[in-house]
């Protein structure tokens, strides 16, 4: 007898799960898909090809949120001194060629011009000194990225340079979990109709099973960030003074030009090659810079809407 509201509740549950899906909320898009599979397990599953994406980025955040909580087996490669400062640890997996790296720092920059700096790929070489090469090779939506990158190598005769042709998905957990999470992994030669570039000169071209960034806006325009790659660097050993210099040279080096740089940007009174991007895709940018200042972190104990008064 209440087959009707039954199915109408089992409806509105997909219908909403699908249009938090395409507004990038993918958190909020996965706890609905899972209530629905709670609910109505019969419907979820006649309805599996709609939410084939949800449940797939779903348990891609639910893995990396796993790894950045995990303690187990990560050596330190640089202990932060405060909680302003970096913290990197590196972890080599048993049995396999993956290598994870780590990082986590509190950033006194903010989050949306954090996210510009990162949005604009071929721009990456003009701030990061070891990057030898970026390209954007297709953004089939608001916040899907592929692109190809490349790592200048400290020795090159010894060990190639190294690139690698990537997959991002920027996921907006703002509003439930105070986040942004920016999902990245290789992708393969053709996917969604993508092809990679050609390799070029003595250049190895590496696999990211997984990798991450979450950024976490704090009080006062200050951003907490989190990073993690799952990679195959396609040597069977990583010798320690490479682990070292990827350590130093890569991810701390990038994570305090990331800081630097989103403060410069912050600055009205600059004009840098992306304020010019910023004007040219100004629709975009626009929403993002909305979007980020729309959150208000609050400290524990603080009432949310007192502080958004504030």
């Given at each position: 007898f209440d087959h009707f509201p039954r199915m109408a509740e089992a409806n509105t549950i997909l219908e909403r799960c699908l249009e938090l899906f395409a507004e990038d909320k993918v958190f909020q898009a996965s706890r609905l898909e899972k209530e629905l599979l709670s609910k109505y397990p019969q419907f979820h599953a006649e309805n599996a090809d709609k939410l084939k994406r949800v449940i797939e980025m779903g348990a891609e955040a639910e893995k990396i949120h796993a790894e950045f909580?995990?303690?187990?087996?990560w050596t330190v490669v640089r202990q932060a001194k405060n909680e302003h400062d970096?913290?990197?640890?590196?972890?080599?997996?048993?049995?396999?060629?993956?290598?994870?790296?780590?990082?986590e720092g509190h950033l006194d920059a903010a989050p949306e011009y954090l996210l510009v700096l990162m949005n604009e790929i071929t721009l990456y070489g003009t701030w990061l000194p070891f990057i030898g090469g970026s390209s954007e090779l297709s953004s089939p939506s608001r916040c899907e990225r592929y692109f190809w990158l490349k790592v200048w190598s400290p020795t090159p005769a010894i060990i190639h340079h190294r690139d690698a042709?990537?997959?991002?998905?920027?996921?907006?957990?703002?509003?439930?979990?105070?986040?942004?999470?920016?999902?990245?992994?290789?992708?393969?030669?053709g996917e969604d109709g993508v092809a990679h570039p050609k390799p070029e000169?003595?250049?190895?071209?590496?696999?990211?099973?997984?990798?991450?960034?979450?950024?976490?806006?704090?009080?006062?325009?200050?951003?907490?960030?989190?990073?993690?790659?799952?990679?195959?660097?396609?040597?069977?050993?990583?010798?320690?003074w490479l682990i070292n210099w990827i350590s130093t040279k890569v991810c701390y080096l990038g994570i305090r030009r990331l800081e630097s740089c989103a403060r410069k940007l912050a600055d009205k009174k600059a004009d840098t090659p992306h304020h010019q991007r910023m004007r040219d895709k100004a629709d975009f940018y626009d929403w993002l810079v909305h979007r980020a200042r729309s959150y208000t972190p609050t400290l524990p104990g603080v009432d949310a809407a007192a502080a958004a008064a504030a």
């Open positions: 909580a995990s303690v187990d087996g970096v913290g990197i640890w590196f972890r080599q997996e048993a049995g396999s060629a993956m290598h994870t790296f780590r990082m042709c990537i997959y991002a998905r920027a996921i907006d957990g703002l509003d439930e979990d105070g986040c942004v999470l920016v999902l990245l992994r290789t992708f393969a030669d000169p003595r250049t190895t071209r590496v696999a990211v099973k997984f990798g991450a960034c979450e950024l976490v806006p704090t009080a006062q325009g200050k951003t907490r960030v989190r990073f993690l790659a799952h990679v195959d660097p396609k040597l069977s050993v990583l010798p320690a």
